[in-house]
């Protein structure tokens, strides 16, 4: 008996042993490796790297040369190089609130949504990919996305919404982004209320061009279906989550409410319980509705438009804009590079800097240079959060004078009259558009739609009248002349099945990717290092 126990002791020591071994096994290069291959951010990796109980990585120069092959971001290498100072932090010794506790949570449940008519913020709901947001983030908009970080966005669909409650819940497939969370709905309860008068709030979202920007506040007043709050909601925070201190989400930012001597202002807040029926309605929906595959779209890019392209395009004497305009059917289309916008936005200072120069030429005692257009580059980061690697192509509705109008300024004219104004309607509204490099179609970053009004009333022109002009987003490598034939088609919201073809000249698309090129370079150049 004393035998056996002896050896079944000798075998469980083995089996720990054994399991101990496993559990402390190293973290290595190919763990780092497979974790980008997975699309984990940088945030998550390192947290990784920090509670690892032992790591084993090589960071000689050709093992780093391979992870910079494998897309692994400098963050995380600095992380490999000293695991110490990944365990200790940036902030150690520092007190952190229980709100910046939650926040690094709560932010993996948090998503921007995309729909045609810009962007807001929703918040995941469970785990078979429902998302809440507001109702006015996704419009009629026919193309919807949902950004998780800075490299993922995938598709969803509307399943349900209330224009009343301004309420909309979109379905997605999330097995793209595992570390995705579910939030927890605060639940009615009169005894103990999710949120009192007094109570700090906070809300998490992507306000102008941000993401998952952190806002606190108070909850100021509790009303039968809304929260007031001085927690800051700028555009883009509309369908975020607003957090009670638990970090229970207790309503939808929908708007802000600012007074124009500046200050706070207040901010309306859908309570959660206005969303239930309609959370109910899509959960319905789901049996007889299609989620979409779940894939990756374009998203922008991470780097930045050199500077030093912008300032040789200022100081260009001549800049023909010619190559950047083309008219399709009945749109008027512009090719917008960041060069170009800039250019186009300067031009008034540029014309005056010249006749303050020519005027001071003249002048014996004037201070030469006192004025510099390019002195606004100072700030180049926010400069080129503003002009972003990208192409924008927009297509505006051409106006064209109505039938009636011809009709009568031709009898006033028979009459002795010339002074009847013409009148001018748009001659279509923007459907959507599609580029192609050869025979490959381009998926734009963005699909965007922009209401364009025109109300003018002169002696000459009466034009009053509102239309969609699309404003579409697309990588800064969509076209170039390796395509051998660009061509851009348009359609019009009267008749969808008419197409405007149009073969992009081979000029336009040489000045594009010429502009491109310094931003090519820079790219290039910073993968090889």
């Known amino acids: 008996m004393r035998r056996l126990l002896a050896a079944f002791v000798v075998v469980l020591l083995t089996l ?3 399991m101990s071994q496993v559990q402390l096994k190293a973290l290595s290069n190919d763990d780092v490796m497979q974790m980008v291959t997975l699309g984990l951010s940088d945030d998550v990796i390192v947290e990784k790297i920090r509670s690892a109980s032992s790591t084993n990585f090589d960071t000689s120069i050709d093992r780093l040369k391979v992870l910079k092959a494998a897309k692994v971001s400098d963050v995380v290498l600095r992380a490999m190089i000293n695991p110490r100072s990944a365990a200790s932090g940036p902030n150690s010794g520092r007190v952190v609130d229980e709100m910046a506790t939650k926040f690094k949570r709560l932010q993996n449940g948090v998503v921007t949504v995309w729909s045609e008519f810009g962007h807001g913020t929703g918040f995941i709901i469970s785990s078979d990919g429902l998302v809440l947001t507001n109702q006015h983030v996704v419009g009629p908009s ?3 996305a949902l950004q998780f970080d800075p490299q993922r966005k995938i598709p969803a669909v509307l399943l349900a919404a209330d224009a009343e409650r301004d309420v909309a819940v979109l379905w997605c497939d999330l097995r793209l982004v595992p570390e995705a969370i579910n939030l927890e709905l605060a639940k009615r309860d009169e005894l103990n209320p999710s949120l009192i008068e007094g109570e700090r709030v906070f809300t998490i979202g992507s306000p102008l061009n941000q993401q998952k920007i952190l806002t ?3 909850a100021s007043k509790i009303e039968k279906t809304a929260i007031i709050s001085d927690v800051n ?7 975020g989550p607003l957090f009670n201190s638990q970090g229970q989400v207790v309503g939808i930012t929908t708007f802000g409410d600012f007074t124009s001597r500046g200050g706070p202002g207040v901010s309306g807040i859908v309570k959660i319980e206005e969303a239930m029926p309609i959370i109910e309605q899509a959960r319905s929906k789901m049996t007889t509705s299609t989620r979409p595959n779940p894939e990756l779209l374009p998203v922008e890019p991470n780097d930045l438009f050199p500077i030093e392209a912008i300032k040789s395009t200022l100081l260009q004497d001549k800049f023909d804009s010619k190559p950047y305009s083309l008219g399709v059917g009945d749109f008027d289309v512009v090719m917008i590079t960041p060069p170009l916008k800039y250019r186009a936005e300067k031009e008034s200072e540029i014309r005056a800097a010249k006749e303050k120069g020519k005027r001071n030429r003249k002048s014996e005692v004037a ?7 390019l002195d606004d580059l100072k700030n180049w980061e926010v400069y080129v959060g503003e002009y972003k690697p990208v192409l924008l192509i927009r297509a505006t509705p051409k106006l064209r004078e109505t039938g009636g109008s011809v009709f009568l300024r031709s009898l006033a004219a028979a009459g002795g009259a ?7 309607r748009f001659k ?3 459907y959507k558009m599609t580029l192609a490099c050869g025979s490959k179609e381009i998926s734009p970053i963005l699909p965007g739609k922009i209401a364009h009004v025109v109300d003018v009333r002169t002696g000459l022109v009466n034009a009053t009248d509102a239309a969609y002009e699309g404003f579409y987003e697309y990588p800064a490598d969509s076209i170039g002349p390796s395509c051998g034939q660009v061509t851009l088609t348009l359609y019009g919201e009267k008749d969808p099945s008419k197409a405007f073809i149009k073969k992009v000249d081979g000029k ?16 290039e150049s910073a993968q090889v290092h």
């Open 16 to 18: 720990t042993a054994g």
């Open 142 to 144: 026919e193309y919807l």
């Open 367 to 373: 201070v030469q240079n006192s004025f510099r257009p």
């Open 428 to 430: 279509a509204d923007f």
């Open 216 to 218: 606190s506040g108070i």
């Open 233 to 239: 909601i700028n555009h883009g925070n509309s369908g």
């Open 418 to 424: 010339y002074n009847v104004p013409a009148k001018l």
């Open 508 to 523: 336009s698309v040489d000045r594009i990717f010429q502009d491109f090129g310094p931003y090519r370079s820079q790219h």
